[in-house]
């Protein structure tokens, strides 16, 4: 009954890997920055070698930057596909883990990875519907929907949604290299850096800043609440850290539904209803056992 997971949460700044079966039992771990894909990919391989390899352990879960794709049948599944980020384009990811280790391997969006181990482990439990929303270099954002991982045609991309733009009190264009000013070109940490020249950590608590990035995130949210219908928000990423746009961020929700949606989880319980991750930083690495373990099922 000693089942060893491993898990790769592919970040597109570091590589986390892991061995083990959930919180609190993890064997062995390990993080280095995210280079090309022949050097860090190689790195995860020798992590996992020495971990045991294929007798070491049942499966890989990978829960990887992208766009990828997810879905099993395509030709194409556990590859990333279209990334912007130097060699990492039509890169068949989840293929070389499985030839080099020679075990199952399960593979997802980041995001979808750290909502399930949320769901298992932390903030999501017992729910059939959620979100999870990342905002930091970039945004991202996963979750379940009637139980399971959020895919579709290829997989969310709710970072990237249009939302209306404030121009009388933002002149910033945006910074997404696609959109502009879609969700990410407003609300990320780039876009909050370039549009107020510092970075977002070092701005004040009482900058207003965070009003408007309170104000971008909740017009957002609104739209996934009318959209899917999700029984908690989670919202994770660096740009979360500033703990004072929770409280921000659920009274513009509750503004711009003006009590059109009547959930006594929007109404009066809005503290419970838009919050952090309990996982934290591990989230994405537990994702990606999590992920492994599906195979169990
Ligand atoms: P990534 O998105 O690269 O996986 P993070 O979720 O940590 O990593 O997000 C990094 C982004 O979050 C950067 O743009 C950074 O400026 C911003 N960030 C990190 N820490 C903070 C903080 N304490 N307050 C505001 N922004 C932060
Ligand atoms: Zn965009």
């Not at 009003?211 to 009318?226: P, S």
Request: charge should be negative; include cysteine.
């Amino acid at each position: 009954m000693d089942c060893a997971w491993g898990g790769i949460e592919a970040g597109g700044t570091n590589f986390l890997l892991a061995v083990g079966s959930g919180p609190g039992a993890l064997r062995a771990e390990e993080s280095f920055p995210t280079t090309t894909p022949t050097e860090t990919v190689a790195r995860a391989v020798q992590f996992f070698k020495k971990q045991g390899g294929k007798k070491g352990l049942t499966a890989i879960g990978i829960a990887s930057f992208g766009p990828v794709d997810p879905n099993v049948s395509s030709q194409k599944y556990g590859f990333i596909t279209s990334t912007p980020k130097k060699g990492w384009a039509q890169f068949n990811f989840a293929g070389f883990i499985q030839r080099e280790i020679d075990v199952p391997v399960v593979f997802d969006t980041d995001v979808n990875g750290a909502a399930l181990a949320e769901y298992k482990w932390g903030a999501a439990q017992g729910l059939d519907n959620f979100i999870y929303l990342t905002i930091g270099t970039g945004i991202g954002g996963g979750g379940m929907m009637n139980g399971k991982l959020m895919h579709g045609l290829i997989h969310p991309e709710m970072g990237h949604i249009p939302i209306p733009h404030d121009w009388l009190a933002d002149s910033f264009k945006g910074s997404c290299p696609y959109h502009g000013d879609c969700l990410e070109g407003l609300a990320s940490g780039p876009a909050l850096e370039q549009r107020w020249g510092i970075k977002p950590s070092n701005l004040p608590v009482e900058h207003p800043a965070w009003e408007l990035e309170a104000h971008y995130v909740a017009q957002a949210i609104t739209t996934y609440i009318y959209t899917l219908s999700p029984q908690r928000i989670l919202l994770a990423g660096g740009v979360m850290e500033q703990t004072q746009l929770f409280p921000m961020i659920r009274h513009k929700v509750q503004d711009f539904l003006n009590a059109y949606i009547q959930a006594p989880e929007i109404l009066a319980e809005i503290e419970q209803y838009i919050v952090p991750p309990k996982l934290g930083k591990k989230a994405g690495v537990l994702g990606a056992i999590a992920l492994a373990q599906k195979l169990k099922l």
